[in-house]
Nanobody, 122 residues
Framework: QVQLVESGGGLVQAGGSLRLSCVVSGRTLSSLTMGWFRQAPGKERELVAGISSFGFRTFYADSVKGRFTISRDNPKNTVYLQMNSLKPEDTAVYYC???????????????WGQGTQVTVSS
C-alpha cells in the first residue's frame, strides 16, 4: 500500500520561505507522477504543482509560478515543494499526492497524504 507523509509546514511571515517534503513508501517513486495540492478554508482543493516520474516535466498553477519549485529525489523516495516569496493567500493545508498515470494537468490522483498546514502572516 502506498503511503505519503508530508512535513515542513508551519507559520511564516509574508515574503518568507518554506520547504515541504513528502516521503513515499510502498511503491518505487520513479513509477509515480507526483503533485502538490492545497486547500484553503471555504475553497476548493487546487493543484499547485506537478512533476513527472523522473522530473523531466513540471506543471505550476499560475498563482505560484516563479515562486514555488517542485522537485523529486527518487532514490530518497522524497518529493519537495520549495515555496518562496510566500503571501497570505498561500495559507492552506498542503497535500502531497501520487498517481500511476502520466498527465500533469489532470487532477485525478490515486494516493494522498494527510496534509500539512502552511500559514502565512501579513
Amino acid at each position: 500500500q502506498v503511503q505519503l507523509v508530508e512535513s515542513g509546514g508551519g507559520l511564516v511571515q509574508a515574503g518568507g520561505s518554506l520547504r515541504l517534503s513528502c516521503v513515499v513508501s510502498g511503491r518505487t517513486l520513479s513509477s509515480l507522477t507526483m503533485g502538490w495540492f492545497r486547500q484553503a478554508p471555504g475553497k476548493e482543493r487546487e493543484l499547485v504543482a506537478g512533476i513527472s516520474s523522473f522530473g523531466f516535466r513540471t506543471f505550476y498553477a499560475d498563482s505560484v509560478k516563479g515562486r514555488f519549485t517542485i522537485s523529486r529525489d527518487n532514490p530518497k523516495n522524497t518529493v519537495y515543494l520549495q515555496m518562496n516569496s510566500l503571501k497570505p493567500e498561500d495559507t492552506a493545508v498542503y497535500y502531497c499526492a501520487a498517481k500511476t498515470s502520466s498527465g500533469l494537468v489532470q487532477t485525478s490522483y490515486d494516493y494522498w497524504g494527510q496534509g500539512t498546514q502552511v500559514t502565512v502572516s501579513s
